[in-house]
Antibody, heavy 121, light 106 residues
Framework: EVQLVESGGGLVQPGRSLKLSCAAS????????MAWVRQAPKKGLEWVAT????????YYPDSVKGRFTISRDNAKSSLYLQMNSLKSEDTATYYC??????????????WGQGTLVTVSS | DTVLTQSPALAVSPGERVSISCRAS??????MHWYQQKPGQQPKLLIY???NLASGVPARFSGSGSGTDFTLTIDPVEADDTATYFC?????????FGGGTKLELK
């Protein structure tokens, strides 16, 4: 059974940093692109970052480019999101998701339960 | 960015057929996917690449469309289908989601 378990969320002040983690199990982690998707309270979904199987390629939307960094440790079956210079608009539940299908043009086949990040003074 | 437009809400009776639409501001080929999200839960993949049923999803769910106009159909609707449904495209960078359609049962 595919399992994705996020951790690391919490309350953080604007301008500070936070690192999220996602522990994966139930599949061969190194074979899949992985992603982070977020959802602001009572709002829709927003793709945040994607990383290739080896970690050599990363992709971001402009809203987080230069502030967020996605990384992975295939030996530990773990995915990470380093978030710097946080803003109030980054407040959201952050989901770890497995990409299936055509590499970067894939879809989010499995999702974790999410971890809540609140950016506030 | 590719904007995906969905109707905010729909109300149907159990046993009926419902179609949820998603219109893209530019072509996305067949790279449109559908997710179901129940309150307090993570999204769940229903349909990938416009018309392919995800593993374990009941055959009551189906998808159609290409280019800019896509539809998710549930037939027949059951009480457990109360949820918000999101479309998402992965053809144009950045990948974007629709605003979601909240399905309520009468």
């Amino acid at each position: 059974e595919v399992q994705l378990v996020e951790s690391g969320g919490g309350l953080v002040q604007p301008g500070r940093s936070l690192k999220l983690s996602c522990a994966a199990s139930g599949f061969t982690f190194s074979n899949y692109y992985m992603a982070w998707v977020r959802q602001a309270p009572k709002k829709g979904l927003e793709w945040v970052a994607t990383i290739s199987t080896s970690g050599s390629r990363t992709y971001y939307p402009d809203s987080v480019k230069g502030r967020f960094t996605i990384s992975r440790d295939n030996a530990k079956s773990s995915l990470y999101l380093q978030m710097n210079s946080l803003k109030s608009e980054d407040t959201a539940t952050y989901y770890c998701a497995r990409h299936d299908g055509s590499y970067i043009r894939g879809w989010f086949a499995y999702w974790g339960q999410g971890t809540l990040v609140t950016v506030s003074s | 960015d590719t904007v995906l437009t969905q109707s905010p809400a729909l109300a149907v009776s159990p046993g009926e057929r419902v179609s949820i639409s998603c219109r893209a501001s530019e072509g996305v080929n067949s790279y449109m996917h559908w997710y179901q999200q129940k309150p307090g839960q993570q999204p769940k993949l229903l349909i990938y690449k416009a018309s392919n049923l995800a593993s374990g999803v009941p055959a009551r769910f189906s998808g159609s469309g290409s280019g800019t106009d896509f539809t998710l159909t549930i037939d027949p609707v059951e009480a457990d289908d109360t949820a918000t449904y999101f479309c998402q495209q992965s053809w144009n960078d950045p990948w974007t989601f629709g605003g979601g359609t909240k399905l309520e049962l009468k």
